[in-house]
T-cell receptor
């Protein structure tokens, strides 16, 4: 499974757009990029998944350049409740249900 | 999404005792469940894959005799930490895989169990 690199932490303020970038230089052709969110003392929660270009849902957007060696999770207008750890995973599609290997994650802190 | 529960949510035990953690899929059947552990400020580490009716598959470096996994039904997997020691204190999280009619599947995570060994 491809290794991922993310910033360890990020700070933001309420109402701002937050972009978290993940590097995955050795991503394989069949790999998808999936992002999870984890609040303290809770299990992770699926946010979004993409293969290429751009994916958007009600929570976030995921931007993937043509070479797929990186991806950016975009959270529009964050609130205090978006304070969490965000994990970027690269591997089989989310809906193929394979085992998930979590990297270090990015601890996002949203301030008032 | 589907709901996965864990019991207990937190447990404190004495060193040398065994602790059982339950993972249940509440509204779906899960032939496969996964167990993770997470130390403070660290990422989730996959411990093992639990398959209903068969032996669990452990990740490299995880002691199978220390962390006993039983998946006796399609809605329940248990993790027993045997002869617990303070270094086993951690946050244990399970996930359950649900497979749809089209063959696709998703994983849903439980809320975690905080184990503290004194």
């Amino acid at each position: 499974l491809a290794k991922t690199t993310q910033p360890i932490s990020m700070d933001s303020y309420e109402g701002q757009e937050v972009n978290i970038t993940c590097s995955h230089n050795n991503i394989a052709t069949n790999d998808y990029i999936t992002w999870y969110q984890q609040f303290p003392s809770q299990g992770p929660r699926f946010i979004i998944q993409g293969y290429k270009t751009k994916v958007t849902n009600e929570v976030a957007s995921l931007f993937i350049p043509a070479d797929r060696k990186s991806s950016t999770l975009s959270l529009p207008r964050v609130s205090l409740s978006d304070t969490a750890v965000y994990y970027c995973l690269v591997g089989p599609s989310y809906n193929q249900g394979g085992k998930l290997i979590f990297g270090q994650g990015t601890e996002l802190s949203v301030k008032p | 999404g589907a709901v996965v529960s864990q019991h207990p949510s937190r447990v404190i035990c004495k060193s040398g005792t065994s602790v059982k953690i339950e993972c249940r899929s509440l509204d779906f059947q899960a032939t496969t469940m996964f167990w993770y552990r997470q130390f403070p400020k660290k990422s989730l580490m996959l411990m093992a894959t639990s398959n209903e009716g068969s032996k669990a598959t452990y990740e490299q470096g995880v002691e199978k005799d220390k962390f006993l996994i039983n998946h006796a039904s399609l809605t329940l997997s248990t993790l027993t930490v045997t002869s617990a020691h303070p270094e086993d204190s951690s946050f244990y999280i399970c996930s359950a895989r649900v497979t749809g009619l089209a063959g696709d599947s998703e994983q849903f995570f439980g809320p975690g169990t905080r184990l503290t060994v004194l």
